[in-house]
């Protein structure tokens, strides 16, 4: 249940009776973080009083004299400068974990109004080496998905391929000018990332360029991607060559990760609708020409958006948007999310802007922004040629296969999704701590309770079995079950898996005090050996629920 929500409307009638301005009361209220101030607290208070100018506890009293105290609360308490303690009667509580254990989804409601998403995330570039920025944008995307659906809503899962940009000149040139057949016989894509090193190591240096050196070469592999994408048979039957080993690839990476989309409509796919997209920005006035190109001035100062450039190639910004137009007929979708690197905020701004302006359609286009890795790890992965995360990947053979993916991703998602990122598998598959090892561990000992007891957890999935809450520990596991819908409403406020790991966090460590403190299979009678067996079975099923949205499996046994 989303107890937040659900006490939200009592609060708010108590403040307007009271006399208060209304207020955000959703984002005043909290779980509290120890049981000595209740459950949950209302810290809006503080806020009233400055508007009201009178003491925050005045305005505490008056909101509990106006508080229709629901039958399912003790009493309110207000401590220190007016927060209200708001604590759950534990009958009430034991009711809604019975309810919880007799149903399929948890407790977890459908939404009122189910929307259509669309994802776009993952998107690496093909024939390039997939970096840390799109294994994150792949599993950060993947558990979005997840989440959204679990909800009821419609999740459209795009991988949005770079397949059509210039290191295909690259590898182009280098399968021309320096190919060794043997070598791409045996190994195609092998083949073509040795190629596309060895090309970039004849560039010259950015610093030679502005010095106005030229570079043959450079311009050489820009000449071939130019050729391509007019149409020269030759480089396009090779383009047709190297897209399916080069997807092969890529999909390995996706099937070890268990994520899977349902589309991959990548930049080629929009090619034949640039040149009307290009069109129609001019004709409705958007677009206009400058220097020879076609740009979009969002204001007289900003740097202008290319969409043409003046030799005629269309750019990233032209596809993006062929792509929301395609995106928006086709699905109608609510919101679009993109989940890419954080880098890309001035274009996702600029297209945002450009595509209402255009459209004019209410759909929703948020970047969700991924922070990439700390320098450090960066420095590392530029110097190993750019194949450190492959060879992370790699690494995972040696470690069993659940627990090693699930330690990535975990460790991924439970970072807030705009903060730097270190990789550290020592850290990751910790058997103590916030990880995905933690969490599948307690899962499988939980597991093997009802193997050793001879009990089937199957019973335990209907709401004929009391729920028992006498000890401090049995209420404080049963609050966190009873919390799962707040968290996960909670991660989709702000797209961030992160919450569901801290909730899963906070589950785990109050299964473990009970565990310790509450004997199941050896309790005092068998009424509380069946409440705590049910309170166990629950609290497996809500870790697995709350894993394979992270997109992480659990084994039963480890
Ligand atoms: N391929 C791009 C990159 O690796 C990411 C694409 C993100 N999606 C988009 N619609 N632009 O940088």
Known sequence: MNFPLFISTYLEEALGKAGFASVDILSQ????????????????????????????????????EFFALPEFLEPVEIAGPGFLNLRIK?????GKIQEMAADPRLGVLQPAKVKTFVIDFSSPNVAKPMHVGHLRSTI??????RTLRFFGHTVITDNHLGDWGTQFGIILYGYKHMLDEEAFKREPVKELARLYVEVRKLFKTAEEIAKGVVDPVQNA????????????QTNLELWRKFMPVCLSEIDLIYQR?????????????YQPFLNKVVQDLSASGLARESEGALAIFLTEDSTPALVRKSDGAFTYMTTDLATIQYRVERWHPDAILYVVDSRQSLHFSQLFQIA?????????????????????YQAAYHQEGETQSKESLEDLNRVGEVVGIGAVKYADLCQNRTSDYVFNWEKMMAMEGNTATYMQYAYARNRSIF????????DYRNSSIPVLLETAEERGLALQLFRFEEALTLSLVDNKPSQITLYLWDLAKAYSVFFQNCPVLKAPNEEIRQSRLLLCDLTARVLKQGLELLGISVLEKM
């Open 29 to 64: 209220i909290r779980a509290s973080t120890d049981s000595k101030f209740g459950d949950y607290q209302f810290n809006g208070s503080m806020g009233l009083a400055k508007e009201a100018k009178i003491p925050p506890r005045k305005v505490a009293e008056k909101i509990v």
């Open 90 to 94: 534990p009958q009430w509580l034991a």
């Open 140 to 145: 950060l995307g993947d558990s979005l998905a």
């Open 221 to 232: 592999c820009r000449d071939e991607t130019a050729k391509m994408h007019k149409g020269d």
């Open 257 to 269: 990760l268990g994520v899977r989309f349902d589309y991959t409509y990548g930049e080629s796919f």
């Open 356 to 376: 209402h302006q255009w459209l004019g359609q209410q759909t929703r286009l948020e970047h969700e922004a991924v922070r990439l890795a700390k320098e450090v």
């Open 451 to 458: 193997r050793k007891g001879g009990f089937n957890p199957d």
